[in-house]
């Protein structure tokens, strides 16, 4: 798949605009759709091109990425009276990279098998930073004939690519990441309020940890933030708490109980209340501060 592909891109958020950028730095054809299109000018300027729809941007490429933020904002993009679905092209892959529900992921794989379309459910983790740096780790639930022949594309955002099984895995496996990184961030925290409280040198503390047993990601790229009092969004808390209901009621549907996750979403609902909702998730520091 070295050749140049006609690609839609659906939300261009913190994450969606990175990956938009190597889509056009590779020479593709790039067409977009964003709700909020000021926010996607410079992209434009850099060659992609702005369709008024998502069901414009499905008629007229061969691959479809989808990236946007609740299931209800998902549905309506495949479903909606102006979504992809609405369109006849038995040529289009559509892959979805939005953390949303295996339940829906399955329901848009059956859809796009109707309609004789191919789909992915690609959900990715690594923030805005791995975005940027095109070292995304990604989750594929779907065919696995698709999968490999979008492989090359998705090399082109992430390092760790893996496909996880039928349609849906890929959703599953997003949950694993989100329930780790979840109960992980309440870790960090309260080492770096003990550290805090200890007085000690926080970035010295890091170079110690960091490379030792504690290490993380979360640790590494996010802690920095906390000890700076940056609150930036690499991924917004809203969209967080939203994964975490995800996983909670799945687990529920499994029968699982998951204290850890229960009380890191009841902490970053707190946040939420407490006017936090567009920041990143490295504001958990401020219920320890």
């Given amino acids: 798949m070295s050749k140049q592909f006609k690609i839609g891109f659906i939300g261009t958020g913190v994450m969606g605009k990175s990956l938009v950028k190597h889509l056009l730095n590779a020479k593709h054809e790039v067409t977009i759709y964003t709700r909020t299109k000021d926010k996607a000018a410079d992209l434009v300027k850099e060659g992609a091109k702005m369709a ?11 691959i479809l990425f989808t990236m946007v933020g609740y299931p209800h904002d998902l549905e309506e993009v495949y479903f909606g009276d102006n979504g992809i679905f609405q369109i006849e092209n038995a040529n289009l892959v559509v892959i979805d990279m939005t953390t949303s529900t295996p339940t829906l992921a399955k329901k848009i794989d059956e859809k796009a098998k109707e309609k004789g379309m191919l789909s992915l459910d690609a959900p990715v983790s690594g923030g805005d930073v791995g975005a940027q740096l095109g070292k995304l780790s990604i989750m594929c639930g779907g065919d696995k004939s698709t999968f490999d022949q979008v492989l090359p594309i998705l090399n082109l955002f992430g390092e760790t690519i893996l496909y996880q099984g039928t349609a849906g895995a890929g959703q599953h496996t997003k949950m694993c990441n ?53 609150n930036e969004p690499g991924f917004y808390i809203k969209h967080f708490v939203k994964d975490m209901k995800i996983a909670l009621e799945e687990a529920d549907k499994m029968d699982l109980h998951l204290p850890g996750l229960t009380l890191a979403k009841s902490l970053y609902e707190d946040l939420i209340n407490e006017g936090y909702a567009e920041n990143g998730t490295q504001a958990l520091i401020n219920i320890y501060l």
């Fill in 178 to 230: 989100q329930i780790t990184i979840a109960t992980g961030m309440i870790g960090v925290c309260e080492a770096l309020a003990y550290g805090r409280k200890a007085g000690l040198d926080l970035d010295q503390v890091l170079c110690s940890i960091s490379t030792g047993a504690a290490g993380s990601w979360s640790l590494s790229n996010l802690a920095p933030r906390m000890i700076a009092g940056n």
């Fill in 52 to 62: 008024l729809s998502p069901s414009e941007v499905a008629q007229t490429v061969e």
